[in-house]
């Protein structure tokens, strides 16, 4: 139980909006997605790359991405499963017609319009899935993972240009740059870089030498819990 989630919990309605489970879908172990309900209003407030964090049953707090957020107040979320972990736990225990309850949507990634190149880990499919669900002839998107991503990229629309083991050395980071930068060149893409610290760390130093502008926003860290 967390301090945040205790104070949230003690807020109730005055804090947290709501929304409802409406469809579930698996990919393998690990991934859910899952369809959302929530208001007209919510989806006023939304926009691509926003967050919320979700107040969850076991009084934890974890951060998570919308997909879209269409005007009749219907959205998504794609959980990422690693197993035992709170936020896994209750991915994989939800059901149709249970509450969400949450704060936000509130801004955590916005980008500027024009040509997009999304690249991250298996937390980022989500903010690349919103982006290319906005943005649907400018954004292209690149991963580190060690899971198939297949389905659960097809399922959400997405192609990705490279899907890349993580290496020790972090080797991969170089094929991602270039493909960033050579996007960058061709059409002035910017790069929207999220996940874990390794990857946002080496992955931006060879941004920078490059001269692609990039935006991070780091979605977990060793150690640490509900980041936000
Ligand atoms: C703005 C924002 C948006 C996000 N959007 C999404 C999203 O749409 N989908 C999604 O799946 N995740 C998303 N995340 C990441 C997600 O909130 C974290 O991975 C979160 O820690 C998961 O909670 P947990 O209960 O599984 O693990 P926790 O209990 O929070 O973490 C326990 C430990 O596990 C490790 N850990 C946590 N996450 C990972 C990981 N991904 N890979 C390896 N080790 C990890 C860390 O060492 C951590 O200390 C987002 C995070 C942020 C900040």
Do not use: N
């Not at 139980?1 to 690990?30: C, N, P, W």
């Not at 919308?66 to 959205?75: C, E, H, L, M, S």
């Not at 740059?177 to 929207?192: F, I, L, P």
């Not at 931006?204 to 977990?220: M, S």
């Amino acid at each position: 139980m967390s301090a945040k989630a205790v104070i949230l919990r003690l807020l109730g309605d005055l804090a947290l909006k709501q929304a409802v489970v409406t469809s579930i879908e698996y990919f393998g172990s690990h991934f859910v997605w899952i369809q959302v309900q929530g208001t007209r209003e919510q989806a006023a407030s939304y926009q691509p790359g926003d967050k919320i964090q979700l107040l969850l049953p076991m009084d934890e707090v974890r951060t998570y991405t919308p997909i879209g957020w269409d005007a009749d107040g219907q959205t998504s979320l794609l959980v990422y499963v690693r197993g035992g972990s709170p936020a896994s736990q209750w991915a994989e225990q939800v059901r149709i017609g249970d509450p969400l309850r949450f704060l936000g949507p509130e801004r955590s990634l916005p980008l500027p319009e024009g040509p997009l190149s999304m690249i991250g880990d298996e937390t980022s499919i989500a903010v690349a899935a919103a982006y290319q669900l906005a943005r649907p002839e400018s954004v292209a998107c690149a991963f580190e993972s060690d899971v198939d991503l297949s389905a659960v990229t097809k399922k959400l629309g997405l192609r990705p240009a490279m899907v890349l083991p993580r290496e020790v050395g972090l080797g991969h980071c170089v094929d991602l740059a270039q493909w960033a930068r050579e996007r960058h060149h061709a059409s002035g893409a910017r790069v929207g870089l999220t996940g874990g610290p390794t990857l946002l760390k080496t992955l931006r130093g060879k941004l920078r030498e490059a001269q692609v502008p990039v935006k991070t926003r780091a979605y977990w860290a060793p150690g640490k819990t509900g980041l936000d």
